[in-house]
């Protein structure tokens, strides 16, 4: 019996790892594996490189992705980081620099 008393501490520690490390990182794995897998052509995405690309063809491991107007790569599906929502700027909202002129006004 006191040899299990002594072990509690380390079983503890071993618990606590396992709920605070490697089941989030398991879930996000999964996660991420069913965001590459749903990919469809015309979707925006970040690759892990961090450059925006609009993905444009599908193959088993690898895809087709359009980083400016004419330029195509293929890349592997797992550089796939996320899927963006596309934004679109509208110049009312007046999101330039603070005290800037709007595009063709005169300051």
Same mark, same amino acid.
């Given at each position: 019996?006191?040899?299990? %008393?002594?072990?509690?501490?380390?079983?503890?520690?071993?618990?606590?790892?396992?709920?605070?490390?490697?089941?989030?990182?398991?879930?996000?794995?999964?996660?991420?594996?069913?965001?590459?897998?749903?990919? @469809?052509?015309?979707?925006?995405?970040m690759? @892990?490189?961090?450059?925006?690309?609009?993905?444009?063809?599908?193959d088993?491991?690898?895809i087709?992705?359009?980083?400016?107007?004419?330029?195509?790569?293929?890349?592997?599906?797992?550089?796939?980081?996320? %899927?963006?929502?596309?934004? %679109?700027?509208?110049?009312?909202?007046?999101?330039?620099?603070?005290?800037?002129?709007?595009?063709?006004?005169?300051?």
């Open positions: 019996m006191p040899e299990l %008393v002594q072990l509690l501490p380390l079983i503890g520690v071993i618990v606590l790892i396992y709920l605070l490390m490697i089941r989030p990182a398991a879930r996000r794995n999964r996660e991420l594996a069913a965001l590459q897998s749903a990919l @469809t052509a015309g979707d925006r995405v690759l @892990t490189s961090g450059f925006f690309a609009t993905v444009r063809a599908l088993d491991d690898q087709q992705v359009e980083l400016a107007e004419g330029v195509v790569v293929t890349v592997a599906r797992g550089a796939v980081a996320r %899927v963006v929502e596309p934004t %679109v700027h509208d110049p009312a909202d007046g999101d330039g620099p603070a005290g800037a002129p709007e595009p063709g006004q005169e300051s």
